[in-house]
């Protein structure tokens, strides 16, 4: 089976992503919008996380085979990317979103000596801010980062820009073309609400898709 729709078929299931275009989730920023998303949930559920991790794995493999470190994004990717290291016989460490106040003010976490080629793992890509915060950190520390693998993206204009501008690639196991996809034909959503949760995605400020029927 094609991964994107494994992947999308298996958050749907165990509601680690919700869809409800008639009742919109308002997000901290005020924006309402028709998904939710929390791939924290993979962790609780055995099967599924066996299908990330191994997609995850597979991805590195194929598009970054000369990776020698993982690093997960804080604090969502940290668990994937412990995992994933384990499947590879890979070192992994993390990035925290700020220095720790004590000690040594470490701000990546795990052995990372400069010149190391680097693969950040991050859970999810919205406007890609933390994923693109952790690649400048990791450079600053002279690791070479050769991308990111993700386990979902939006593929919000804004994070395509942001990663763009930062010269990094994404390689996400699932997007929200191939979710919503599934969950017509899985008569989760109506068909017509595919286009609507489309156009939220397209722009987010705009609330007009709330009004399309």
């Known amino acids: 089976m094609d991964i994107k729709r494994s992947v999308a078929e298996s958050l749907l299931s165990i509601q680690a992503v919700f869809l409800r275009p008639e009742e919109p989730f308002v997000w901290a920023s005020g924006i309402k919008s028709p998904i939710y998303c929390d791939n924290r949930l ?6 599924v996380r066996g ?42 460490g993390y990035v925290r979103g700020s220095a720790k106040d004590h000690g040594r003010a470490n701000q990546i976490e795990g052995r990372l000596e400069p010149g190391q080629k680097v693969v950040v793992i ?22 070479e980062v050769l991308g990111i693998a993700s ?12 990663l763009a501008e930062a010269n990094v ?8 073309d191939t979710l919503v996809e599934v969950a017509a034909d899985t008569n989760y959503i109506k068909a017509e609400d595919k286009e609507r949760i489309l156009k939220f995605r397209n722009n987010p400020s705009d609330e007009s898709w709330m009004e399309a029927k």
């Open 122 to 143: 991050e859970d999810l890509i919205s406007t890609a801010g933390s994923a693109v915060d952790t690649v400048k950190v990791l450079r600053e520390a002279g690791a």
């Open 51 to 92: 299908i990330i991790e191994e997609g995850l794995a597979t991805t590195v493999k194929e598009n970054f085979p000369d990776c020698q470190v993982l690093m997960g994004t804080s604090t969502a990717g940290i668990a994937h990317a412990a995992i994933t290291a384990h499947l590879l016989g890979l070192p992994m």
């Open 169 to 176: 690639k994404n390689i996400s196991l699932c997007d929200l």
């Open 42 to 47: 993979t962790l609780t559920a055995p099967a």
């Open 151 to 162: 386990i979902f993206t939006y593929g919000m204009q804004k994070g395509l820009d942001r």
